[in-house]
């Protein structure tokens, strides 16, 4: 650790490292020193001057975002001279801001505004006429209103920098300098939102949210992402049973503010027209809507009278619902139906891993990890198509920790513009030619962490970690999966062979393919939609889900399910992080998948032997008996993220890796569920339009 | 051949050349003691050039006047990255067009400064950034530039000595802010010529984001002397901290207008009565700007015991600059001049940063109004403050560049601007001819 | 996109005047020399110099639309620029602007209708010695008085 230097901040004795900015090292001391353009992470500007300071010894006022700290420094912010810099600076920027703070979407919550009324004028003496230009939609969620941007270039850099996109510049010069789209008229991005996100004024605003409220109407709830298995928070704003927006300013959890598409704005599916409200039950051939007693007792009364008759059962679970919802799943198909014909979709093949790095700790990284590793190699996936928040990071760490990154797959992908080496190979074979040609490169590194997506899988996994480990430098592996809680669906035993926590289930029962395959006396399908282009062969189909999905409308009964964001539980993402769900709002008609199977047991009878069945009841004994579970209840309280290693030690059981696939889900896709959301409709109408 | 009849009053070192048949050839050059000076510099230890351009108290002649032998100085040359020569040949500061005349007329002897540069900090490459109105001059450096290589002046192993060196003429296309060194750098890498943040200064990150030495046409004209007859004799031709000649663009109210080289020193009333042959028809001088638009005005008054260098200009409150002498007489409309002024610091704006995007565009609309007879008694006091607010705060200098003349014409000729009010026309002009804005 | 064959050999010696994987540094002067040749910064101009400079055809706009030199629309064939700069407003620069204006009916930016004749009103040239100044196209003229721009722009009229 290097010394660290001394300088006063308004008489405050400060300690900072060497090379911190002054900006920085007068927030440690509680001062704010205002500023527009700087952002923490991204680079340097010094376009807004309001960050402007005395500096003793220094002739003019200095900009506190790009000095750094200097021993004995002598810094002040609070003089006249300061004060008369930020208002005047504030003056400037209102001349040509339209000031129409009554109809902007950043009304209440923009810095200019706050600036202004910490340390603006109350007056203006501008009396000319202001620069006008009429607002421009840029996509399908993106407006842009010159007027009333500032040029902080922040919507600029996190496009370019932290994205890697480079769709948004700028044009012009001077007074007339505007952003602009990297199409013309138009963007062509990976519409994320991040600009809109981080532009300090009204400037950016959101197709999705616009006019629809004042901010300091809504209410704010953490959620998880229930869209692909990176597990970003995004913080759903409400009002009146309505979700309104989807952002994460507060930096909270394990995404700090990044969020992509789906986590911003692909909440829409949760009030789309075809919705289910009400459960469904096949009348003479038709799906029609009955009460939840009725739909519940018709369920409960087939289940009991197959067991009676010794009947057989398939149980599918889902790569959406919580862990306890997977967990209560599981014991139900166990303990009730007495069977182990269960399972879900696999996206990748987490088991592999898992019994490859028996007897190894610390080998899985988190989604922080890829942040501060000094090597990362990316084998197969798309990431930034497939997993935003991953190659979101990965790009963080190559800009701030010059990390090397190593793309090895099939395609051109976002990673090669500034990897150390891309190889393109198509198959498990020339995936290995390829690492042995990196073999030298990798061996020199300090560490490595590699991910993977369903391309390797089986031996291939087991392979791939002796040349990990064959490097002699630290490896952590990251076993790409395709869903919000995939990875959670596995831990949980949602799959013939192997109970929760990877124990081996005994006698194994029938996997997905054979079960839809199978002329089964009851096929119970929560949250999947596993007959999707085949015609169902069970005598009886019981369906829990949103829409009326392919598999839905063949069923029997169909129940109305919650979505993640009206419903508590936790989920665990693709790098085994926790998280706790929040309900945001709640829909009409629908129940958690936890409260039906709840419903349904106590409809049977057997709710004392399947126990209570709240959220908090459940992870209580997911704690107790899954391994890589027990995370101190405060941890996951408070939305902190915590590490599961589910399994030390081999997984004796048959591995099955043919069954996983993963789906490859785009930016504006997300499976069955994807299709339901407005916002991803729009891009992709939007894309096949031009 | 652009070039003004000589005065007998200049001291013709750069311009020496100016006036020959030819003076823009290789052959003129080498016939009048051309590139000699690099012969002897190539000679010399990299340390020593540096010392002999210290010696000769050259100062940069773009207009910021920092010491050039110190600038040199600053070079890592142990630095494993290459290292670049640029030659700032936006020259855009209004006033200016000594740079223009110095290439056209003797483009050899900046090439040959550049060599020296070259020598000095261990450079083997070099960039000339002409401004893309001047393309006429492109042609005559690339002509020049094909002449140096046929004769073994550029290119590898120049004359034997083992110092090789690769020259090229580069075109801007229409930008003021572009003179802006870290600019001019951005413009060269094919961007926006939007100003770096400095620190890294040029010297250690510059062109390409190797070290540099960048300096105005001028500044290397006078490096072939310097090293020719040594850095004291160039001294001795100027003032004490600032040696040599100073090329003087006489423009505006001035009978001789042109260009000439003068000894720094060079009484201003003197320059503007016997070089320039006084004011036309007669008239009075009522204000001067000593060096390129961006410099505080003078009046008469302030004028009559100055001399053309740093430190009196300094006392005066304004700058040297670039030797763009702006000559004003008694009939200029000094509030016409301030509009015209910041119109083109509005034009000419980046648009980086907060103080100068929206002050020059700000103060061009009050200007705009006020000469217009639409001015109030408030005004006048904002077009002082406003220009204050963008003082010292802008992210380059150009906001300085715009603030400071319309900071003098205010204080200077505040009752100029008095008489604007009320809705009374211009004193100086026709009601119905206003400038077009 | 094809060009000259003089303007083919000035794109090949500007790829070459830079070091490696710096031809971006070509872009501005490329932009400028084609237009000469072109008329004006077109769409497909703009797509052509991003691909030989290797960058997007949008960063090639954010810097053209950056330089005052570069136009998107096409200006006559004969672009005569007045200066109105302090040393030439001194020297009556701005009387000159008008007359200009007042004799072609056309303003600022703006081409006569048979296109050969544009006039745009410009910062300093760098001529402020020779005041007031005029280009037409990248040709000086110096110490322009009214009359001498009226010879000059009835040449422009013949002038192939």
């Known amino acids: 650790m290097p010394d660290l230097i001394h300088l006063t901040i308004d008489g405050h004795p400060i300690e900072a490292a060497p090379g911190t900015l002054l900006i920085n090292a007068a927030k440690t001391a509680g001062l704010e020193i205002p500023a527009f353009c700087y952002y923490d992470g991204l680079s340097l500007q010094a376009a807004c001057r309001m960050c402007l300071v005395e500096i003793e010894k220094m002739p003019k006022l200095m900009t506190a975002c790009t000095q750094t700290v200097a021993e004995g420094m002598v810094v002040r912010t609070d003089t006249p001279q300061v004060h008369a810099a930020r208002k005047y600076m504030l003056e400037f920027l209102l001349t040509n801001h339209p000031l129409d703070c009554p109809v902007c979407d950043k009304g209440g919550e923009c810095e200019l505004q706050d600036m202004t009324f910490r340390y603006g004028v109350g007056e203006s003496r501008f009396t000319d006429e202001k620069v006008h230009t009429p607002e421009k939609q840029f996509s399908p969620v993106v407006f842009f209103d010159a007027p009333r941007c500032i040029l902080c270039y922040r919507c600029v850099r996190v496009c370019n920098e932290g994205m890697g996109v480079n769709a948004l510049g700028v044009i012009n010069r001077g007074v007339v300098s505007e952003i602009s789209p990297n199409k013309g008229d138009h963007l062509e991005c990976d519409e994320c939102g991040m600009c809109i996100d981080i532009c300090p004024v009204g400037a950016l605003t959101s197709g999705a949210y616009r006019y629809q409220t004042r901010p300091w109407e809504m209410t704010h709830v953490g959620a998880i992402c229930t869209h692909c298995a990176d597990g970003c928070k995004t913080t759903l704003g409400t009002r009146n049973g309505q979700i309104i927006r989807g952002n994460n300013r507060d930096r909270s959890g394990i995404n700090g503010e990044f969020l992509c598409i789906k986590g911003r704005y692909a909440f829409d599916f949760y009030n789309h027209a075809e919705r289910l409200q009400s459960p469904l039950a096949r009348v003479d051939g038709k799906l029609i809507e009955v009460s939840w007693s009725q739909a519940l007792s018709a369920v409960a009364r087939k289940f009991g009278d197959t067991i009676s008759a010794g009947g057989s059962f398939g149980v599918v679970g889902s790569n959406l619902t919580t862990n306890e919802e997977n967990y209560y799943l599981q014991k139900f198909a166990r303990g009730v139906l007495k069977t182990n014909n269960i399972d879900h979709h696999r996206t990748g093949d987490v088991v592999s891993l898992l019994d490859a790095l028996s007897g190894k700790s610390g080998k899985l990284a988190t989604v922080a990890d890829l942040y501060e590793a000094k090597a990362v190699l990316v084998l197969g996936a798309d990431l930034a198509l497939e997993h935003p928040l991953l190659s979101y990071q990965i790009r963080a760490d190559y800009r701030h920790h010059q990390a090397h990154v190593y793309a090895v797959g099939p395609h051109p992908v976002r990673e090669d513009n500034y990897s150390a080496a891309s190889i393109r190979a198509a198959s498990a074979a020339e995936y290995f030619a390829a690492l042995e040609n990196l073999r030298e490169k990798l061996r020199a590194e300090a560490d490595l962490t590699i991910l993977f997506d369903d391309s390797v899988k089986g031996a291939g996994v087991a392979k791939l970690v002796d040349f990990g480990e064959s490097l002699g430098i630290p490896v952590k592996y990251v076993c790409l999966l395709d869903y919000s809680n995939s990875r959670g669906a596995a831990d949980m035993g949602l799959m013939p062979e192997l109970l929760p926590g990877y124990r081996p289930a005994g006698e194994t029962g029938l996997h997905v393919d054979e079960m839809t395959e199978a002329p089964l006396d009851v096929l119970w399908v929560v949250g999947a939609n596993p007959l999707e282009g085949r015609a169902r062969k069970a005598s009886f189909l019981v369906v829990q889900d949103l829409f009326l999905t392919e598999t839905a409308r063949q069923a029997d009964i169909v129940l109305p399910a919650a979505s993640a964001y009206e419903k508590e539980g936790t989920v665990t993402n693709v790098t085994g992080e926790v998280q706790r769900l929040r309900r945001a709002i709640s829909v009409m008609g629908a129940k958690a998948d936890l409260e039906i199977i709840g419903f349904l047991a106590r409809e049977m009878g057997v709710a004392a032997a399947m126990g209570p069945w709240t959220p908090n009841a459940v992870f209580e004994e997911i704690r107790a008996n899954v391994r890589g579970y027990e995370i101190p209840p405060a941890v996951l309280a408070t939305g902190g993220a915590a590490q599961s290693m589910p399994v030390n030690g081999r997984i004796p059981v048959e591995s099955r890796p043919e069954l996983a696939h993963s789906d490859h889900n785009g930016l504006f896709a997300s499976g069955t569920l994807g299709r339901y959301s407005k916002v991803l409709g729009s891009v992709l109408e939007g894309r096949l339009s031009r | 051949m652009l070039y003004n009849e000589p005065s007998p009053l200049e001291t013709r070192v750069l311009s020496r050349r100016f006036g020959l048949p030819n003076s823009a050839s290789i052959d003129t050059y080498l016939a009048t003691e051309g590139y000699q000076a690099f012969r002897k510099a190539a000679g010399m230890k990299p340390d020593d050039i540096i010392n002999e351009v210290k010696v000769s108290n050259l100062r940069g002649r773009g207009g910021a006047g920092f010491p050039t032998g110190m600038k040199w100085s600053f070079v890592p040359r142990t630095s494993p990255k290459p290292k670049y020569i640029v030659v700032n040949a936006d020259e855009s500061e209004p006033g200016t067009c000594k740079d223009r005349v110095l290439i056209e007329n003797d483009p050899h002897q900046l090439i040959e400064g550049i060599l020296i540069a070259g020598l000095a900090v261990d450079a083997h490459a070099g960039y000339i950034y002409v401004r893309g109105e001047y393309r006429y001059l492109i042609e005559v450096l690339e002509k020049a530039i094909a002449e140096a290589y046929a004769k073994g002046w550029l290119g590898k192993n120049i004359q034997g000595t083992g110092f090789d060196f690769e020259l090229y003429a580069h075109s801007g296309a229409g930008a003021y802010e572009c003179g802006e060194e870290s600019a001019l750098l951005e413009s060269l890498e094919g961007k926006r010529g939007i100003p770096r943040i400095r620190p890294p200064f040029p010297a250690v990150s510059g062109a390409f984001q190797c070290p540099t030495v960048l300096n105005n046409v001028e500044t290397f004209c006078a490096v072939p002397p310097i090293i020719r007859d040594g850095g004291a004799a160039f001294a001795a031709l100027g003032v004490p901290k600032a040696g040599g000649t100073k090329m003087t663009c006489l423009t505006g109210n001035i009978n001789k207008p042109g260009v000439y080289e003068l000894p720094l020193g060079f009484p201003v009333m003197k320059m503007i009565e016997e070089v320039g042959g006084g004011i036309p028809r007669g008239r009075k001088l009522k204000a001067m700007i000593p060096g390129g638009s961006s410099c505080p005005v003078l009046t008469a008054e302030e004028c009559r015991d100055a001399t053309m260098d740093y430190d009196s200009m300094a006392s005066r409150k304004t700058m040297l600059g670039s030797g763009g002498v702006i000559i004003m007489d008694d009939q200029t409309c000094m509030v016409k001049a301030a509009l015209r002024i910041m119109r083109f610091y509005a034009h000419e704006s980046c648009g980086w940063c907060i103080p100068c995007r929206e002050g020059t565009t700000w103060l061009r609309k009050i200007l705009t109004r006020f000469h217009n007879g639409g001015g109030t008694q408030t005004d006048i006091g904002l077009i002082a403050d406003v220009s204050k607010n963008m003082l010292g705060r802008t992210f380059c200098p150009l906001g300085d560049a715009a603030a400071m003349p319309t900071i003098s014409i205010v204080e200077k000729f505040r009752d100029e601007f008095e008489a604007h009010l009320e809705g009374r026309p211009c004193p100086y002009e026709h009601a119905e001819h206003l400038v077009t804005v | ?160």
């Open chain 3, 1 to 160: 996109m094809t060009f000259s064959a003089e303007l083919e050999a000035r794109f090949e010696k500007l790829l070459h005047s830079y070091p490696p994987g710096r031809q971006r540094s070509a872009m501005i002067p490329m932009l400028l020399y084609a237009q000469d040749e072109v008329g004006s910064v077109t769409d497909e101009l703009i797509d052509e110099v991003a691909l030989r400079v290797g960058v997007t055809p949008a960063q090639v706009n954010e810097v053209l639309s950056y330089y005052s030199m570069l136009h998107r629309k096409p200006m006559g064939k004969f672009h005569v620029q007045v200066c109105t700069n302090i040393s030439c407003l001194l020297n009556d620069g701005d009387k000159l602007w008008e007359h200009a204006c007042k004799k072609l009916g056309i303003g600022h930016k703006e081409a006569t209708a048979d296109g050969r004749i544009s006039l745009e009103e410009v910062e300093c040239m760098g001529a402020c010695s020779w005041a007031p100044a005029v280009q037409v196209n990248y040709d000086f003229h110096h110490f322009v008085t009214p009359e001498k721009l009226d010879e000059i722009l009835d040449g422009l009229k013949e002038k192939a």
